[in-house]
């Protein structure tokens, strides 16, 4: 069975919508950083997939792996933030972090 | 170098008042006001400058041999100012005739060889030269010079030796001033009491140094420009003596009278500069020498050669008169012509200066009112200093001066010494008798001067310095001894108080009065006070001047009516005060003799007062005055019909006796009436006045010349003041008011629309983004999950605009 250039993005927006909804409904501070890491793999698998079936090429392999790098840069700040944010309020519930509000 | 020393000396003399002043000023920082510091240190200044004078004159008459003297000079008597060195009978005897013959008035300079004729018939007795050059414009040399000639060397030692004695008078006069509080009785102020302030002791002296300074540099001074700085110089000293009690309303008055009086004369006197500067090309009197004695600019004494005869040369058609130099020809290359009648107003112009000065007609009012100041400096200012100033430049500008100008003079003095004589009949002030006393004797000086009488105008200068400083101080003491009581009515007896001062003071009254007792040998012989000698002198010029020019037969009437007049209203004064019963038993019962310090000066001021002219016209003090007088004075001018015969020495001795003999009359009879009217008691004085009242009243108020120039002067002033001051209320303050009220209605709509529009705008920003801001805020919630919904919906959104903008 051969799958087009569809199928990979089909997966990755299912993946990327999947990371939104993670986004937007975990009151989780971890959950809510594994919703970012799947919209960034979904994307990935777009990258990914653009590389295979267009004339991308390896540019967007490696931007792909520049992705990779960055969330992992990110997912070390975001956990040091999470983990700050927990010393602080032992708790991590975004939703009370809210002393910038307006 | 004898110009060297004698410049050194004098400069001594001339510049230790300065430092005097210098330190003086700031006695009231540096000690204590009860301290008689300051005055002693005055004291040394001028006595060290009278001995440094005194030197000098010896120094000159050793380099000159004496010749001066020896003209056939058997008077020479060792009671002389100039014998104080004893040097006259040692001086070799000259060959005479030639010397009088040779152009003395030429100034061999310092660079001695450069007249050589000059300098083998007669050793050289003028020095001049430059001791600073301050600037030069173009060739115009702006320096200090001195011009030393046996005039300078007088009139040094003549002026320190008398300011030595009103210093050493001062320190006893002054000593109420020592004190931190001084009250000023004839001050008070607008509640009635007097004026209390701490005492001036040593700023009397500062100024009387500063005085002293600026009458020296006046006579030293080398050239006429010189000469008008330290001219104004005296002019304010005496403004600042004279308003000496300055918070008392007369004083203050009188000091600024004196002050702008001087003024006018001052503008005539910048005027005859100016006239000297554009035809003569400098202010030198000496001529200028470079290092090899060659002349390279003529001075101003060489600029107007004079013929054989003594008249200027003028050019036959034009009448304008040769400039240029006789004994170097054309070194300046400014040889040319001057209008005549511009050489007559330089002479009038600097005349004019010598009229306010020495307070001639018609600007003789302020020297009155100055006996506001304390009585020392009137015998400073009213003998040696101020007003003697005038009367030294009219002698030592005498080679520019031409006919009609010495005529002016002669009239000028004229007038004023007969006007003056007659308000000092009538005057009651003692200090105002003799300060009308001055003013005609002034007038005399003058009108010697005018007649042709260089020498007799001179000598009467310095005889006049001696015994009137004698008088005032004798009045000084006699106001000191009755406690600041100056009206003679209130006095009287007072001989057995105060002996002393009654008797030098009657020696300066037969002084100036002109008394003596005939010699055997004729008048020339006579027994006399100086003042007769030298006032026979100017009599006489007077009498020979008018025998040549009848026309002006007043200008001897009245000198000799005024002989009269003066013995008259000085032996008045004396009686008045000295002589008959007390009149007032207050001011006699708490006079006194005053002390030592004050009576010493007067004693020895009266012994020169009596002898200094010993000998008269051939005595040493008149041969030292006329030892450089310019050459033709000595023959005279012969006239044509058209003008003016001038009488040479010669003319004058030959009318010398009838002179005499009818000045000593005029003398006699003035003190016989005076003996009569107030010393005898035989005739009632009052009853004299109350017949002449209209004639005392004119004399009283001084002929109405205050009143006069009041109506001529300050009235109009007023008038043109007070339009002034209207205009400038209505008119120019009106302008100012109206561009004020503008300037105010402006700047009203300026605020309001800086207030309405400017700010409005402003502020309609600022609330915007206030409110925006304010509005926005509530989208910032804080929670993360919202934000991410944001996210989505604004890429969704973007999406969404982005196909349905470029669909395929």
Redesign the interface.
Known sequence: MQFGLQAYLFVGAVLFVCG?VC?????NGIG?LM?VELVLNGANLNFVAFSRYTSLGLDAQIFSLFVIVLAAAEAAVALAIALNFYNNHLTID??R?????? | MTGETLRNLLMTAWLLPLLGFAIEIFGGFWGSRKSRAAAWLAVACIGTGFICSATALVVWGNATHWAVLSHGDDHADAHAPAAHEGKQDSAPAQPQGAATDTARYLTASLAASSTEEAAAARPQTVFSGTIYRLASFGSLQLSIDYYIDSLTLVMFTMVTFIATCIHLFAIGYMSEELTEEYVDHHAHLRNGHHVHRPGRFYRFFAFLSLFCFSMLGLVIAGNIFQIFIFWELVGICSFLLIGFYTERKSASNAANKAFIMNRVGDFGFLIGLMVVWTYFGTFQFGETVDANGQVVQAGLFQMLPRDADGNVNRNPETGEVMIGSASSPNPGGNRGTIPYFLLVTAGLGVFAGCIGKSAQFPLQTWLPDAMEGPTPVSALVHSATMVAAGVYLVGRFYPLFVHEVLLTIAYVGCITLFVAATIAIVATDIKKVLAYSTISQLGYMMLGLGVFGWGAGLFHLVTHAFFKSLMFLCSGSVIYGCHHEQEMPKMGGLWRKMPITALTMLVGVIAIAGLAVPGLVGLSSAFAFSGFHSKDAVVATALAFVKANPAHYLLFIVPLITAGITAFYMFRLWFYTFAGTPRDAHVYEHCHETPLIMTGPLLVLSLLAAYCAWGGESGVLYRLITGDQPAWVHHGIAGSPESLTLPGHAAVAAVHHEAGLLALIAAFSGTFVAWLLYGSGRVNVEDIRRQLSGVHSFLANKWHFDDLYDAIFMRPMHVVGRFCAWFDKTIFDGILHASARITLVVSRWDRTFDEVVVDGLVNLVGNTTWSVGNA??????????QY??FI?AGVVALFAILLSTFPG
């Open positions: 939104l986004m937007a409904t975990k009151r809510v919703g975004v939703d972090a809210n002393k910038l509000k307006g | 926005m805020k509530h989208l910032q919630t804080g929670r993360l999950r991410v919904m989505v």
